[in-house]
């Protein structure tokens, strides 16, 4: 098949454009400028676009039979900026491709989903209408409209802590304030635990969508590990060595220390349930070898072996 990614230059988007690539498809990534080509993963060829100026990818789109979206557009800090310019990307993608039966994929998290307890979140769970991430739910929640208007779309929510090869959203964040600080912090008895998956796994399961091809909707993304928040930071203490500690803080504390949305996750449970993705899609779920080895020993570490 014809693949267009939005992102492929992206920690996420260019393992799911290589996965792409090494199961056989044709695959092209959308890029702002020329020069940004040369860093698509080998075998993708680059498209010029911006998600910001939907009509810049719209041809490519209708020629591509599936659309898969891993972008989200810089902003800086202004987080509600950017959310509105992905919702009107998918809008004007949903109009642009109706009745034609293109597959499209979109991806999000689940933060907007708030706090698991004991359990885990399925794909049903409510977004919180009162979190600072439910916009984000709103956009995807556009593009999943194209399922009543002739197109395929599936939007997978991706677990918190996607990690593996060094990077990641979160990790890199509380390793740079241990080494900063001399401190690995977690907030109060740190037994709040989060779903992981390796990115390598994530990238399979947009895979998998194609190989499933009816298969729509919403599905959760996550491995079985869910690694507590204090283990985490004692990987990371190891991570960083030099004596760094390990320290219990304050929510307020954590907000200065980190920021207040990083804050916030460390002290919510956010497990999801992921047992549609492996029922529908066939996705294994599996990973290369646990989170906790790699912050503390692997990808991230400055001593990981060569």
């Given at each position: 098949?014809?693949?267009l990614i939005l992102?492929a230059?992206?920690y996420v988007?260019?393992?799911?454009?290589?996965?792409m690539?090494?199961a056989?498809?044709?695959?092209e990534?959308v890029?702002?400028t020329?020069?940004?080509?040369a860093?698509?993963?080998?075998?993708v060829?680059g498209?010029l676009?911006?998600?910001g100026?939907?009509?810049t990818?719209?041809?490519a789109?209708?020629?591509?039979?599936?659309?898969?979206n891993v972008?989200f557009p810089?902003h800086g800090?202004?987080?509600?900026?950017?959310?509105?310019?992905?919702?009107?990307?998918?809008?004007?993608l949903i109009?642009?491709?109706a009745d034609s039966?293109?597959?499209i994929?979109?991806?999000n998290?689940?933060?907007?989903?708030g706090?698991s307890g004991?359990?885990r979140?399925?794909?049903?769970?409510?977004?919180?209408?009162?979190?600072?991430a439910s916009?984000r739910?709103?956009?995807?929640?556009?593009?999943?409209?194209?399922n009543?208007?002739g197109l395929?779309?599936?939007e997978?929510r991706?677990?918190?802590f996607v990690?593996?090869?060094?990077?990641s959203?979160?990790l890199?964040?509380l390793?740079?304030?241990?080494?900063?600080t001399g401190r690995?912090i977690?907030?109060?008895?740190?037994t709040?635990?989060?779903?992981?998956?390796?990115?390598?796994?994530?990238?399979?399961?947009?895979v998998?969508v194609l190989?499933?091809?009816?298969?729509?909707g919403?599905?959760?993304?996550a491995a079985?590990?869910e690694?507590?928040?204090r283990?985490i930071a004692?990987a990371v203490?190891?991570c960083v060595?030099?004596?760094c500690r390990?320290e219990s803080?304050?929510?307020?504390?954590?907000?200065?220390?980190l920021d207040?949305?990083?804050?916030q996750?460390?002290?919510?449970?956010?497990r999801?349930?992921s047992?549609?993705?492996?029922?529908?899609?066939?996705?294994?779920?599996?990973?290369?070898?646990?989170?906790?080895w790699?912050v503390?020993?692997?990808?991230y570490?400055?001593?990981?072996?060569?």
């Amino acid at each position: 098949m014809r693949i267009l990614i939005l992102g492929a230059t992206g920690y996420v988007g260019r393992r799911v454009a290589a996965a792409m690539v090494a199961a056989g498809h044709a695959v092209e990534g959308v890029v702002r400028t020329r020069d940004r080509a040369a860093d698509l993963p080998a075998g993708v060829a680059g498209v010029l676009g911006d998600i910001g100026r939907p009509d810049t990818v719209l041809a490519a789109a209708r020629a591509a039979d599936v659309v898969v979206n891993v972008a989200f557009p810089g902003h800086g800090a202004d987080w509600p900026a950017a959310v509105a310019t992905e919702q009107a990307f998918h809008e004007a993608l949903i109009a642009g491709l109706a009745d034609s039966g293109k597959t499209i994929i979109v991806s999000n998290g689940t933060v907007f989903l708030g706090d698991s307890g004991i359990g885990r979140l399925p794909e049903t769970a409510d977004v919180l209408p009162d979190h600072p991430a439910s916009i984000r739910a709103m956009s995807t929640q556009a593009a999943l409209q194209g399922n009543d208007r002739g197109l395929r779309v599936v939007e997978l929510r991706l677990a918190s802590f996607v990690y593996g090869h060094g990077g990641s959203v979160f990790l890199p964040r509380l390793i740079a304030a241990a080494r900063r600080t001399g401190r690995s912090i977690y907030v109060g008895d740190g037994t709040c635990r989060t779903s992981a998956v390796h990115v390598d796994a994530a990238a399979r399961a947009y895979v998998d969508v194609l190989e499933q091809g009816q298969a729509r909707g919403v599905f959760h993304i996550a491995a079985d590990e869910e690694p507590a928040i204090r283990d985490i930071a004692e990987a990371v203490s190891l991570c960083v060595g030099n004596g760094c500690r390990v320290e219990s803080v304050t929510k307020e504390e954590a907000a200065a220390t980190l920021d207040p949305f990083t804050a916030q996750f460390l002290t919510t449970n956010n497990r999801l349930d992921s047992a549609k993705a492996r029922h529908v899609l066939g996705w294994s779920g599996g990973h290369v070898h646990s989170l906790l080895w790699d912050v503390a020993h692997g990808s991230y570490s400055d001593r990981a072996p060569a």
